[in-house]
Structures are given as structure tokens and as C-alpha cells.
């Protein structure tokens, strides 16, 4: 394949996958968030902040794809790797797989939404809950993190900013 | 340089296609449940707590009763209630009850909804049960009838029908008739009418669990395995009891239990029958309510009741976004409404609120 294939392709997969993955999340939480305020309506706000937990992973995938085209030159300036050289395709790959990583990883966001999920739920039968429900929430959230540092370790060192 | 590209566009493709499979399985296993689980969380908090049900104890007059259960989720069916007898009362409750099922049936995904259905048919079974009796009995079978269940017009009619010919035309072409046939043809008695009925209902309930996968199949299989132990091992204690043979009990009983009863049916006492219960896993249930039982057997069957609840409760903690979560609800649901029907009659038969207290816990 070409570099141009696997920057554009490691840019969309970290955006569209941690998106897509957050689009997921959010509707498993927002629907049982949807339930609990069916029922009382003062569980809009605790049930509003756990079904926003799942949407930081689609802002990791975006920030990947600005920094994945900012390093190959397709922001603020020409295309860096061009040339079909050995070089430039182990670049360019290197930017696909930092862009895999957070994509693959902010896949992180669907499991969170059902954990969000569950806890809209508890926190709804029981609203002393909701501290550990957002903290349960959030561990998913650490591999979306560890995802996202990987791909700034890869870019930075593989590539350069 | 082309053989690295083959091996990384296979490596892709097989990530992605793994990935895709246990993204939309977990998808599609967890996201039908996500608003009628959180929904019905929401609903758990409005059951009534203790000091709620101590309060209606003390109402002293079915009015008080009902203007105390204003402001809970009973309102809306109390709503109608104007000459405040316990009938009036108990039949609004019957209602909210339907009202549970019904939105049960609504906003549960379809892949389960079915098995509230079958539970609603349960009620029809206990309905033509009833209704039968009393005919048989000759006593007014109206008083009877549960106002719950998938074909109440029909089970209406037949406490209205003047004969039992006439119930056989109400009941054509519905799954019973044919047992109630050879009732009035009296290849049967009512017992065993009774039995065949609740044989049937129980059959299409593990058959419809056993058709289930994963958490759905285990939570299903549990509930109605348990729920076939209740009602056999109240039978074989009620039959024990009433000095019957292990021959003339065996046809009362309903396959599909987990617990072996043949040891209990051949023993010669009560006592015996009780301490062969002791090793099965009902044990620990029975040795809790132990002397009571020995008084009331009522005292056992909601010892049972409350093992399945609680047991339920635990595979709802265990899988949060299941069937399990509604099938708790409706259990307890279940409770509480039989708990304030015991309330209802005892403040109509004027009891004390202090031994209303003590009395509603005891059946509920």
C-alpha cells in the first residue's frame, strides 16, 4: 500500500473507531438514562453526568488524528511521505498503528457505557451510589488512556511532531 | 517489502473481523436491557419500605387505607375506588399488578418478553383452577377470580356459565380444554385436573427457558427449576400431612424439580418427611422456620417464596443487565401487593394495628 493509505487510514480508524465506540456507549447509558428519569425526573443529573463518561474516548480518537496528520505534513504544509521509499512506508505505518491503538482501545467506550449503564440504574435506586458508580465508570476510561499514550509515544518517537 | 504487507493487511482483517463479532455480541447482548433495567432500578425504590406498610397498619379504616397509598405508585388505581370495601381495594391492587405485567411486557426486548407472557398465563391457570373449584363446590366462583392473566374475559365467563358443559364451550380451542374434557368425562378428578393444569403451565416455562442462551437460559432454568421445587415439596408435606401414600402423591407432583422427593414420599411422619428435606438444598430454609412449619405449612411456602426472591436478587447482582432485574421486581412486586391484600382484610375485619403488623408479615 501506499504511505498516503496508511496515514489517511490510521487517522480515520483512531477518529472513527473511538467515535464510533463512543456513539455506542453513550446510547447504552442514555437509554437507561432515559429510564430512571421516566420514573423521577430528579435522576436527570446523576444519570446526565454517568452517560457522558463514554464520550471522552471519541476527543482521545480526534486528538490522534490531528496529531497523525500534523506529523505527516497533510496539516500545515505538503505530504511528507510522498516517495514509495522504505523509509517513508514505515513512517506512514507507524502513524497507522498509533492510530489503530486508539482506535482499538477507545473501543473501551462501549463496555463503559453498559458499566454507566448499570450504575444509572443503582444510582437511581440508591443515589449514595453514584460516587462508585462514576468510579467504576472511569476505570474503563484507563485503557483508552493507556491507548492514547502508547499512540504519543509511537508519533513522537517513530515519527516526530 | 509485499510479503510485509500481505502479513499486516491479514493481521488487520483478522482484528478487525474478531473485534466486529465480540463488539456486536456484547452489543446485542446488553443494550435491549439498558432502559427497562435502569427504568425498573428506579421503580425498585418506590416499593414500600417497613415503616410505609406499619403506617397503612395503623390506618384503622379501608378509606384511610387508601388515601395512605396516595402518594405511591397505587394512586393511579385506587383512583376508582369509592365504596372502599376490601373487594373494591383488593381488586384495584390485582390491577396495579396487571399494570406491572403489562409494562413489563412493554419495554423489555422482545427475545424475553415472551416468559412474562408465560407467567400471565399462569394466572389463567390459577383462575380456571379456581373457578372450577367453586363450580364444583357450588360456590359463587366470581369471588374467585384474579383480575390478571392473557384471557380474563374467558376466565369472567366462566364463573358466569350456568353449567359445566358451558365452560367447555368458553374453553374450546384454548390449550385447556382438552384436560378440562376429561375432567367433566370424569377420566379425572379435580385434583389431578389441578395438577395437569399447573403441569402444563410449568412445562412451557422450562421448555421456553431451556430454548434460552447464556445468562438468559441460566437466570430462566433457576427460577422455574425453584419454582417447580416449591410447589412439589408444598404438595408432598401437604400430602404427608394428610397421612396420603407416596402411589396416590406421586401423580400430584411436577417434573422438572431438582429436588429427589421419592425418600420423602415413602417416609411414615411429617417429622421424617421434614428431616429428609435437611440434606436437599432447601435445608438451610427449613431448619429457619422449622417449629412454625410444623403449625402452618403456609409459614414454609413464604419461607420458599422469599429463597427464590433472594435468590434471584443474587443472579441480578450477578448479571445486571438481564432478565433478572425484572424478573426481582415482579417477585417482589408480587409480595408486597399480597401484603397489603392482608392488610386491606384485616383492617376490614377490624384487627388491632399492632397484630396487623405481626399478621402481614407472617403471609406476605
Known amino acids: ?161 | 517489502m509485499e510479503a510485509v504487507t500481505g502479513i499486516l493487511n491479514t493481521t488487520i482483517a483478522v482484528v478487525f473481523t474478531w473485534v466486529g463479532y465480540k463488539t456486536a455480541r456484547i452489543l446485542w447482548k446488553y443494550t435491549p436491557y439498558s432502559y427497562p433495567n435502569a427504568r425498573i432500578k428506579a421503580m425498585e425504590a418506590k416499593l414500600l419500605t417497613e415503616q410505609k406498610f406499619n403506617e397503612l397498619a395503623e390506618s384503622r379504616t379501608l378509606q384511610n387505607f387508601v388515601v395512605n397509598l396516595e402518594d405511591t405508585d397505587y394512586k393511579d388505581y385506587l383512583a376508582d375506588v369509592s365504596s372502599y370495601t376490601v373487594e373494591e381495594v383488593e381488586r384495584a391492587l390485582e390491577r396495579a399488578l396487571a399494570g406491572t405485567y403489562g409494562l413489563m411486557f412493554r419495554i423489555l426486548p422482545k427475545r424475553s418478553r415472551g416468559f412474562f407472557g408465560l407467567l400471565l398465563e399462569g394466572w389463567d391457570v390459577r383462575n380456571i383452577a379456581n373457578v372450577v373449584k367453586a363450580k364444583l363446590a357450588n360456590e359463587p366462583a366470581s369471588d374467585y377470580v384474579v383480575e390478571l392473566g392473557t384471557m380474563l374475559p374467558k376466565v369472567k365467563a366462566m364463573a358466569e356459565a350456568k353449567t359445566l358443559e358451558e365452560i367447555l364451550v368458553i374453553l374450546e380451542g384454548t390449550p385447556y380444554e382438552e384436560v378440562y374434557q376429561k375432567l367433566l368425562l370424569g377420566e379425572i378428578d379435580v385434583t389431578r385436573f389441578e395438577t395437569e393444569l399447573y403441569r402444563m403451565h410449568y412445562g412451557k416455562l422450562l421448555s421456553y427457558a431451556l430454548s434460552r442462551k447464556d445468562d438468559e437460559r441460566i437466570i430462566l432454568e433457576e427460577f422455574v427449576r425453584l419454582s417447580i421445587d416449591r410447589v412439589n415439596i408444598l404438595t408432598a408435606l401437604r400430602a404427608k400431612k394428610a397421612g396420603l401414600s407416596a402411589e396416590e402423591t406421586k401423580p400430584m407432583l411436577i417434573p422438572g424439580g431438582t429436588v429427589k422427593l421419592d425418600p420423602l414420599l415413602h417416609v411414615d411422619s411429617f417429622d421424617m418427611a421434614l428431616a429428609e428435606l435437611d440434606s436437599t438444598k432447601y435445608g438451610q430454609v427449613i431448619r429457619d422456620v422449622r417449629e412454625e412449619i410444623e403449625k402452618d405449612l403456609s409459614v414454609l411456602e413464604k419461607a420458599l417464596n422469599d429463597h427464590i426472591i433472594e435468590r434471584i436478587s443474587e443472579l441480578e447482582r450477578f448479571y445486571p443487565l438481564s432478565i433478572a432485574t425484572p424478573l426481582s421486581y415482579v417477585l417482589r412486586k408480587e409480595r408486597e401487593i399480597r401484603k397489603l391484600r392482608a392488610i386491606a382484610k384485616l383492617i376490614e375485619n377490624g384487627v388491632e394495628p399492632e397484630r396487623i403488623k405481626e399478621l402481614a408479615g407472617e403471609v406476605a
Request: glycine share 16%.
Open chain 1, 1 to 161: 500500500m501506499d504511505p498516503i493509505v496508511y496515514v489517511s487510514l490510521g487517522a480515520a480508524l483512531a477518529a472513527g473507531l473511538a467515535g464510533a465506540a463512543s456513539a455506542f456507549g453513550v446510547g447504552v447509558a442514555g437509554a437507561a438514562a432515559a429510564g430512571v428519569v421516566a420514573e423521577d425526573e430528579k435522576n436527570f443529573k446523576n444519570a446526565l453526568i454517568l452517560e457522558g463518561l463514554p464520550m471522552t474516548q471519541s476527543i482521545y480518537g480526534l486528538i490522534t488524528l490531528f496529531l497523525i496528520l500534523l506529523s505527516a505534513g497533510i496539516i500545515g504544509g505538503g505530504f511528507k511521505f510522498a516517495q514509495a521509499t522504505t523509509d517513508n512506508i514505515v513512517k506512514s505505518a507507524i502513524l497507522f498503528g498509533a492510530g489503530l491503538t486508539v482506535g482499538l482501545t477507545g473501543l473501551s467506550a462501549i463496555p463503559q457505557g453498559i458499566i454507566a449503564s448499570a450504575g444509572i440504574g443503582a444510582v437511581a435506586k440508591n443515589p449514595k451510589t453514584f460516587t462508585q458508580g462514576i468510579i467504576f465508570a472511569a476505570m474503563a476510561e484507563t485503557m483508552a488512556i493507556f491507548g492514547l499514550v502508547g499512540a504519543l509515544i509511537m508519533i513522537a518517537t517513530g515519527v516526530g511532531l
